[in-house]
């Protein structure tokens, strides 16, 4: 069974920093792109990062651009995301998602065959 499994949320004060981490099982990243999203209450699930099959290229939303750092470790079939410079907008479930295409110009849409389960990020003092 092919999945993804998120780890690493939690409740972080504003200003700090928390590592999300996406590990796949039943199927290999190398050829797949990975991407992140968030959704908060009552909002639509938006596009937070993408990272290329060979990690050469990332993209990011300009919410997140400067503080959150995208990358991944194929070695170890997971994915990750840096979260610097947290603030309370960036409170969401955060969740990793994959396929075998380029990030390109479509790479927030949620057009993902692969999805985690989510894991809650919460920021607040």
């Known amino acids: 069974q092919s999945q993804l499994v998120e780890s690493g949320g939690g409740l972080v004060q504003p200003g700090g920093s928390l590592r999300l981490s996406c590990a796949a099982s039943?199927?290999?990243?190398?050829?797949?792109?990975i991407a992140w999203f968030r959704q908060a209450p009552g909002k639509e699930r938006e596009g937070v990062a993408c990272i290329s099959m060979t990690g050469g290229s990332t993209y990011y939303a300009s919410s997140v651009k400067g503080r959150f750092t995208i990358s991944r470790d194929d070695a170890k079939n997971t994915g990750y995301l840096q979260m610097n410079g947290l603030q309370p907008e960036d409170t969401a479930v955060y969740y990793c998602?994959?396929?075998?295409?380029?990030?390109?110009?479509?790479?927030?849409?949620?057009?993902?065959?692969?999805w985690g389960q989510g894991t809650q990020v919460t920021v607040s003092a």
């Open positions: 039943g199927f290999t990243l190398d050829w797949h792109i």
């Open positions: 998602a994959a396929d075998d295409r380029v990030c390109g110009s479509t790479w927030s849409s949620d057009k993902y065959p692969y």
